[in-house]
């Protein structure tokens, strides 16, 4: 089992920045793939970026070029910089830790989750 506390949510001005943290514990040898997920307000949760354990990223078209996912092996810490940020950006982030290989940003094949932390963008 893989357990994840996100941390780093806030409220913050369209155009402003945020860095969250997801620090990961139990058996963390199997975590192929981390990834940041949010869930807006009235929609189905997302995909924001993931990372593989080569290091490989992949972010969804509306935050690429503004939000970098990067991850810190030795603490077992997932971060997730977010620029630039916009009204549409507000909901509720999580990471997620995938145990199979194969870089995704699919909800449906992660299985452990964090309990997420709310980010809110006021314009």
């Known amino acids: 089992q893989v357990q994840l506390v996100e941390s780093g949510g806030g409220s913050v001005q369209s155009g402003g920045s945020l860095r969250l943290s997801c620090a990961a514990s139990g058996d963390t040898s199997r975590r192929y793939c981390m990834g940041w997920f949010r869930q807006r307000p009235g929609q189905e949760r997302e995909g924001v970026a993931a990372?593989?354990?080569?290091?490989?990223?992949k972010y969804a078209d509306s935050v690429e070029g503004r939000f970098t996912i990067s991850e810190d092996k030795a603490k077992n810490t997932l971060f997730l910089e977010m620029n630039n940020l916009e009204s549409e950006d507000t909901g509720t982030y999580f990471c997620?830790?995938?145990?199979?290989?194969?870089?995704?940003?699919?909800?449906?094949?992660?299985?452990?989750w964090g309990q997420g932390t709310q980010v809110t963008v006021s314009s």
């Open positions: 990372i593989d354990l080569y290091g490989s990223t």
């Open positions: 997620a830790a995938k145990t199979t290989f194969g870089l995704t940003t699919w909800p449906s094949l992660y299985g452990h």
